[in-house]
């Protein structure tokens, strides 16, 4: 029973370069959510999916990038990362408008 | 705009005491969802409570309940016979409707023994 699966953990980028976050989830959920957290500042959206083929822009967009090609995967990309991303990233799932968000166990991402 | 406002950035409690922690919100919709959320050192998400907009009876799971304030927009949270696991940071959150969760920034609560 995972529920909601990001992948990597932890990872070290140098300015400008580019990676992917990936977020699984095995519960049929059709919402699917990408957070930052940094200090002081609560988690703040990034992205949204409300279904497979769809994705939004949350609170703080810029410079990122999502893809819902399949409902159970939802990628947060960076083409150029900035020292400003660097933070917390959070994925988060649910199945209907009044049902809680699961969430994984965050991605720590630093940019030097 | 959608807000949720956690006026108390840190706070701390004996073990076995009582704590509230205030949450208020602000928004036009009827309609909606509340939560809190724990965020223990190992950084998970996990859900304590939750209540709908539309009930007037006060959400309860164990040692927690909520004081929901329709009237007011608050949203406080009660914690009894606090625990040393209780420790962690605390997210008001809310869902107007069908939207995205709004999250405050967070209560750090620290249960002393």
């Known amino acids: 029973n995972a529920g909601v699966t990001q992948t990597p953990k932890f990872r070290v980028l140098k300015t400008g370069q580019s990676m992917t976050l990936l977020c699984a989830q095995d519960?049929?959920?059709?919402?699917m959510y990408w957070y930052r957290q940094d200090p002081g500042m609560g988690l703040r959206l990034i992205h949204y999916?409300?279904?497979?083929?769809?994705?939004a822009k949350g609170e703080v967009p810029d410079g990122y990038n999502v893809s819902r090609l399949k409902k159970q995967n939802f990628l947060l990309g960076l083409e150029s990362a900035a020292p400003s991303q660097t933070s917390v990233y959070f994925c988060?799932?649910?199945?209907?408008?009044?049902?809680?968000?699961?969430f994984g166990d965050g991605t720590r991402l630093s940019i030097l | 705009a959608q807000t949720v406002t956690q006026s108390q950035p840190e706070m701390s409690v004996q073990e076995a005491e009582t704590v509230t922690l205030s949450c208020t919100y602000d928004?036009?919709?009827?309609?909606?969802?509340l939560f809190w959320y724990k965020q223990p050192p190992s950084r998970q998400m996990i859900l304590v409570i939750r209540?709908?907009?539309?009930?007037?009876q006060n959400a309860t799971e164990n040692r927690f309940s909520v004081n929901f304030q329709k009237a007011a927009k608050s949203f406080s949270l009660k914690i009894s016979d606090s625990q040393l696991g209780d420790t962690a940071m605390y997210f008001c959150?809310?869902?107007?409707?069908?939207?995205?969760?709004?999250f405050g920034k967070g209560t750090r609560l620290s249960v002393i023994a």
């Open positions: 988060a799932s649910k199945g209907w408008s009044n049902q809680p968000q699961h």
């Open positions: 928004t036009s919709e009827s309609n909606y969802y």
């Open positions: 209540q709908e907009a539309y009930k007037q």
């Open positions: 959150a809310f869902s107007p409707g069908n939207t995205p969760l709004v």
């Open positions: 999916s409300v279904g497979e083929g769809t994705t």
């Open positions: 519960m049929n959920h059709e919402y």
